[in-house]
């Protein structure tokens, strides 16, 4: 499929688990792609996939000056912006583990994750979306999380940033629909991506029971569904934040170990 055949993406976070595997559809459907990462190592390696149709830039998600260089620089390479994929976030797990409940985490993780998470997103579409107008639109998907969607015990800095990249999405849609950009956001549940095998295999052994489907999410399936946002199929479709989760917000499967219990009594 050529869904994106003239089309400029950038991909923040592009050298991550989840940010190459979208780069490298959207790539496959016809874009030039912008692999934006903090760690130019791991950016450059997903340009290089791209065989001559990707970028790879430096940026700083909490800096607002090289993320402005970053929308100027991909225009100058490229010639336009239309599609901004934003899907950086804080996920080291030094910071994760300090990132607590209200009454715990240092006010460093939480400024640290709100400009990274948030402020970093809501720049980067500033900085984008009056290169979309010019181009005659544009589509922006940005990547909240299920954490987004509900109360946790821990984790209060990234849910909150993640639950107010949802709001701002919306308003962003509002404001600039008209001029033909459109927003989305996507809620992933839990993806497996090389990062999280290697830090953290028990979150997939336990997330397993509480999808509907047979297997768990891949970086794969984020990024098909982040090129139909992108691509003028979704063009009806602004917004809205998609969950993709296997359907675990489907069910109550908390329930089951209470299940089994009746039913035990009952027999
Ligand atoms: N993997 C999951 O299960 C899951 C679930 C829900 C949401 N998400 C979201 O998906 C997105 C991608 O996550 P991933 O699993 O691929 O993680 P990842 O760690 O592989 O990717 C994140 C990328 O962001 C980059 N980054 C971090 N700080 C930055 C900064 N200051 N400036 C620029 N780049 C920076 C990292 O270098 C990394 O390449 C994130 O927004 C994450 O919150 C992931």
């Known amino acids: 499929m050529q869904r994106l055949a003239g089309k400029v993406a950038i991909v923040t976070g592009g050298g991550g688990g989840i940010g190459s595997a979208t780069a490298l559809r959207l790539a496959r459907e ?25 970028l790879a830039l430096r940026f700083d998600a909490a800096d607002a ?3 402005e260089a970053m ?20 996920t080291d797990p030094q910071t994760h583990g300090q990132d607590l409940s209200l009454l715990e985490i240092p006010m460093e993780v939480w400024r640290k994750t709100l400009d990274v ?25 940005n990547t909240a999380s299920g954490s987004g969607t509900k109360g946790d015990l821990v984790r209060i800095a ?3 940033s993640k639950a107010a990249i949802i ?9 600039y629909g008209r001029q033909g950009v459109r927003c989305n956001a996507i809620a992933p549940g839990v993806i497996v991506t090389p990062a999280m095998e290697a830090t953290a295999p028990q979150i997939l052994a336990f997330a397993s029971k509480y999808v509907l489907t047979k297997r768990l999410g891949t970086p794969e399936d984020i990024a098909a569904l982040t090129a139909f946002l992108a ?12 969950e ?23 027999d």
């Open 167 to 175: 709001n701002m999405t919306r308003h962003i849609a509002t404001q």
């Open 244 to 266: 993709i989760n296997g359907g675990k917000n489907s069910c109550q499967p908390h329930f089951a170990e209470l299940y089994q219990q009746t039913r035990q009594t009952s």
């Open 231 to 242: 691509s003028d199929e979704s063009g009806y479709i602004t917004g809205e934040c998609i």
């Open 71 to 90: 929308v100027t620089q991909t225009v100058e390479h490229f010639g336009r912006l239309d599609i901004l994929h934003n899907n950086t976030a804080i």
């Open 158 to 160: 990234y849910g909150t």
């Open 65 to 67: 000056d090289s993320i």
């Open 30 to 54: 016809g874009a030039k792609v912008v692999c934006a990462d903090i760690n130019l190592e791991t950016a450059q390696r997903a340009a290089d996939a791209l065989e001559g149709n990707g």
């Open 117 to 141: 998470n948030l402020t970093g997103y809501m720049l980067a579409c500033r900085f984008a979306i009056p290169h979309m107008i010019e181009a005659g639109g544009g589509s922006i998907i």
